[in-house]
T-cell receptor, first 114, second 111 residues
Framework: EAGVVQSPRYKIIEKKQPVAFWCNPI?????LYWYRQNLGQGPELLIR????????DSQLPKDRFSAERLKGVDSTLKIQPAELGDSAVYLC????????????FGPGTRLLVL | GDSVTQMEGPVTLSEEAFLTINCTYT??????LFWYVQYPGEGLQLLLK?????DKGSNKGFEATYRKETTSFHLEKGSVQVSDSAVYFC??????????FGTGTRLQVFP
C-alpha cells in the first residue's frame, strides 16, 4: 500500500511570495490533516478534512492560509503571502475514521522563507 | 487545555543500554496515547499506541503502558540499537479529532 505522498519536499521562497503544497492521502482514507511543525517542536494541526469538508480549521491563519480538498482525495495548502515566520515543515496525514484512528504521515514539505 | 509533556533531549546512550523517555499528559477527556518516531529524513511513523488505562502498546522492542493514575505513557526499550537513533514524539488524541504532540525527544545511540 502506497503511503501519503507530498510535494514538493523542499521549497525556498522570498517573503511575500505565494507557495503551495500538495498532498495525496492513502487510498480509501476519508480524513486528511495538515500539520505545521516548527523547528524543535511537535506538529500542530492546521486543518482537518472529512472527505471534502473542512471540519476543523480553527488553527488555520485564514488571512494568508487557504486549503482545499476537491473531490475528497488530494489536497492543496496555500500560503499567500508568505512571511518569515512561516518557515517550517508542513505535514500531511490521513486516516480511515471512524474505523481506525491511527494517522499516517507523509514525509513533509520543508519551507524556508527568506 | 489538553497537552503533552515529554523529557527534553538529546538522550545519549551506548548500544544495548536501557531506554526510558518520559511522557505525561493533561487531558479533559479520556485520550488515546501514541508514540511516533521520526527517523532522519523521513516522515512520522506510528511506533505504538494504547487506547485505555493499563493497556500496553508494544512494537520493535519498544513498550509503553497507559497509566491513568499518573497520567503517564513512558516509552521503554530494554536494549537500544544504533538504528533506533531518531526523534520520538509522544501524542494524545481525544475523539480521534486531532493529535496533540509533545515537543519530541532526540535519541542518539552510539556503538
Amino acid at each position: 500500500e502506497a503511503g501519503v505522498v507530498q510535494s514538493p519536499r523542499y521549497k525556498i521562497i522570498e517573503k511575500k511570495q505565494p507557495v503551495a503544497f500538495w498532498c495525496n492521502p492513502i487510498s480509501g482514507h476519508n480524513t486528511l490533516y495538515w500539520y505545521r511543525q516548527n523547528l524543535g517542536q511537535g506538529p500542530e494541526l492546521l486543518i482537518r478534512y472529512e472527505n471534502e469538508e473542512a471540519v476543523d480549521d480553527s488553527q488555520l491563519p485564514k488571512d494568508r492560509f487557504s486549503a482545499e480538498r476537491l473531490k475528497g482525495v488530494d489536497s492543496t495548502l496555500k500560503i499567500q503571502p508568505a512571511e518569515l515566520g512561516d518557515s517550517a515543515v508542513y505535514l500531511c496525514a490521513s486516516s480511515r475514521r471512524p474505523v481506525e484512528e491511527t494517522q499516517y504521515f507523509g514525509p513533509g514539505t520543508r519551507l524556508l522563507v527568506l | 487545555g489538553d497537552s503533552v509533556t515529554q523529557m527534553e533531549g538529546p538522550v545519549t546512550l551506548s548500544e544495548e543500554a536501557f531506554l526510558t523517555i518520559n511522557c505525561t499528559y493533561t487531558a479533559t477527556g479520556y485520550p488515546s496515547l501514541f508514540w511516533y518516531v521520526q527517523y532522519p529524513g523521513e516522515g512520522l511513523q506510528l511506533l505504538l499506541k494504547a487506547t485505555k488505562a493499563d493497556d500496553k502498546g508494544s512494537n520493535k522492542g519498544f513498550e509503553a503502558t497507559y497509566r491513568k493514575e499518573t497520567t503517564s505513557f513512558h516509552l521503554e526499550k530494554g536494549s537500544v540499537q544504533v538504528s533506533d537513533s531518531a526523534v520520538y514524539f509522544c501524542a494524545l488524541s481525544i475523539n480521534t479529532d486531532k493529535l496533540i504532540f509533545g515537543t519530541g525527544t532526540r535519541l542518539q545511540v552510539f556503538p
